[in-house]
C-alpha cells in the first residue's frame, strides 16, 4: 500500500493524504480512516514505513517545470511544488523560469487540505515565476468556461486542454529552455499528458492510479 508524502521537504514533518478506496471501510484504506477516527493516542501505535519508490523532480535539471495533477494525484504535485516555492523564497533554484501547477478537481471543496499552499503561490508569485491553474469538472455552481473566485483563488469550470498546455511549451525548447512535465492522476489524464509530450520531444514523468 504505497502513499505519497504530501509535505514538502522543508516543512519538517511528515503528512499523507491518503483517500478511502471505493471498497469503503473494509479496505485497508477504510480501515486506516477508520484507525485514525478512532481517537488512538500516536505512542499507541506502531507504524512500519518502507520506501521512498517512484523517481524524484531533481529541479537542477530543468528551466521550466509543469505540474499536472488529476483528484488525489495532487499528492507529489503539492509536495514538488510547496517545495519548489519554498526554495524559490529562499533565493534558490534561481535558473527556474517557471514553475506551473494545475490541477483538475470534481469541487472547489476539494481544494481545502492544500488551500494555503494555492493561496500563498497565487499572493506572491514571484513575478510570474510561480502559476497555478485550478479546474473544477463536477461543481454545480461553476459553469464550464467560467472563472469561480474561491477565497482569492481562480477556480474554472470543466476541464482543461492539457495537450494546448503541453504544446506550449514547445515555446520553451525553441528559446532553449529544458521543460519538464510530471504528472499524476487517472491513466486518461497520464495518457493525454503522454502523447503531447511525445510529440514535442519534452521530458516526462507520470505516476498513475486506478480509481
Given at each position: 500500500h504505497p502513499f505519497t508524502i504530501s509535505s514538502a521537504p522543508s516543512d519538517g514533518k511528515v503528512t499523507c493524504h491518503i483517500k478511502m478506496a471505493p471498497a469503503g471501510s473494509a479496505s485497508f484504506t477504510g480501515k486506516l480512516l477508520g484507525l485514525a477516527n478512532s481517537g488512538i493516542s500516536p505512542q499507541d501505535m506502531h507504524v512500519n514505513v518502507d520506501g521512498p519508490y517512484g523517481e524524484f523532480v531533481d529541479p537542477a535539471n530543468f528551466d521550466t517545470i509543469l505540474l499536472i495533477a488529476g483528484g488525489i494525484g495532487v499528492t507529489p504535485i503539492h509536495s514538488?511544488?510547496?517545495?519548489?516555492?519554498?526554495?524559490?523564497?529562499?533565493?534558490?533554484?534561481?535558473?527556474?523560469?517557471?514553475?506551473?501547477?494545475?490541477?483538475?478537481?470534481?469541487?472547489?471543496?476539494?481544494?481545502?487540505?492544500?488551500?494555503?499552499t494555492l493561496a500563498d503561490a497565487t499572493n506572491e508569485p514571484l513575478d510570474g515565476k510561480l502559476k497555478v491553474d485550478i479546474y473544477a469538472d463536477k461543481d454545480s455552481d461553476i459553469e464550464p468556461g467560467k472563472i469561480f473566485d474561491h477565497h482569492g483563488v481562480k477556480v474554472v469550470g470543466g476541464r482543461p486542454n492539457v495537450g494546448e498546455e503541453i504544446n506550449n511549451l514547445s515555446d520553451d525548447v525553441a528559446a532553449g529552455l529544458r521543460p519538464h512535465v510530471f504528472v499524476c492522476g487517472p491513466p486518461g489524464l497520464?495518457?493525454?499528458?503522454?502523447?503531447?509530450?511525445?510529440?514535442?520531444?519534452?521530458?516526462?514523468?507520470?505516476?498513475?492510479?486506478?480509481?
Amino acid at each position: 500500500h504505497p502513499f505519497t508524502i504530501s509535505s514538502a521537504p522543508s516543512d519538517g514533518k511528515v503528512t499523507c493524504h491518503i483517500k478511502m478506496a471505493p471498497a469503503g471501510s473494509a479496505s485497508f484504506t477504510g480501515k486506516l480512516l477508520g484507525l485514525a477516527n478512532s481517537g488512538i493516542s500516536p505512542q499507541d501505535m506502531h507504524v512500519n514505513v518502507d520506501g521512498p519508490y517512484g523517481e524524484f523532480v531533481d529541479p537542477a535539471n530543468f528551466d521550466t517545470i509543469l505540474l499536472i495533477a488529476g483528484g488525489i494525484g495532487v499528492t507529489p504535485i503539492h509536495s514538488i511544488f510547496r517545495e519548489l516555492r519554498m526554495q524559490m523564497m529562499k533565493g534558490n533554484c534561481a535558473h527556474l523560469a517557471r514553475v506551473h501547477m494545475l490541477w483538475v478537481v470534481q469541487k472547489r471543496d476539494d481544494l481545502t487540505p492544500f488551500f494555503d499552499t494555492l493561496a500563498d503561490a497565487t499572493n506572491e508569485p514571484l513575478d510570474g515565476k510561480l502559476k497555478v491553474d485550478i479546474y473544477a469538472d463536477k461543481d454545480s455552481d461553476i459553469e464550464p468556461g467560467k472563472i469561480f473566485d474561491h477565497h482569492g483563488v481562480k477556480v474554472v469550470g470543466g476541464r482543461p486542454n492539457v495537450g494546448e498546455e503541453i504544446n506550449n511549451l514547445s515555446d520553451d525548447v525553441a528559446a532553449g529552455l529544458r521543460p519538464h512535465v510530471f504528472v499524476c492522476g487517472p491513466p486518461g489524464l497520464a495518457a493525454m499528458a503522454d502523447l503531447a509530450c511525445l510529440k514535442n520531444g519534452i521530458s516526462f514523468h507520470k505516476e498513475v492510479f486506478a480509481f
